[in-house]
Nanobody, 124 residues
Framework: VQLQAYGGGLVQPGKSLRLSCVLS????????VGWFRQAPGKAREWVSC????????YYADSVKDRWTISRDIAKNTVYLQMDNLKPEDTAVYYC??????????????????WGPGTLVTVSS
């Protein structure tokens, strides 16, 4: 069971990036996947989530109306489309997954599997 996040980089404020979380060894069909970020000197923040059977989604207030999470079952990948990026979005981004019974993005799940992070830097 592995997750790998891709797509980080340096981007100017107001621009976009798309992060990808590729799942290996298990089917995305059965898992809830979340995105977290951690900026230097700050606590880890849960920013988005995509549910499986209930189709639930979650966005932190700080990213709501700017970002979109989506699932591609065929590619076993979850995407985080980040538009209108701001300097305060600078952080290492991690994806995580769980298949615990009853997990839903309507309330923060306990994620069991984590991938290494990808750095997003928003700067002019």
């Amino acid at each position: 069971v592995q997750l790998q996040a891709y797509g980080g980089g340096l981007v100017q404020p107001g621009k976009s990036l798309r992060l990808s979380c590729v799942l290996s060894g298990f089917s995305l069909d059965y898992y809830v996947v979340g995105w977290f970020r951690q900026a230097p000197g700050k606590a880890r923040e849960w920013v988005s989530c995509a549910g499986n059977s209930d189709g639930s989604t979650y966005y932190a207030d700080s990213v709501k109306d700017r970002w979109t999470i989506s699932r591609d079952i065929a590619k076993n990948t979850v995407y985080l489309q980040m538009d209108n990026l701001k300097p305060e979005d600078t952080a290492v981004y991690y994806c995580a997954a769980t298949n615990r019974y009853g997990s839903t993005c309507a309330r923060r799940p306990n994620f069991d599997f984590w991938g290494p992070g990808t750095l997003v830097t928003v700067s002019s």
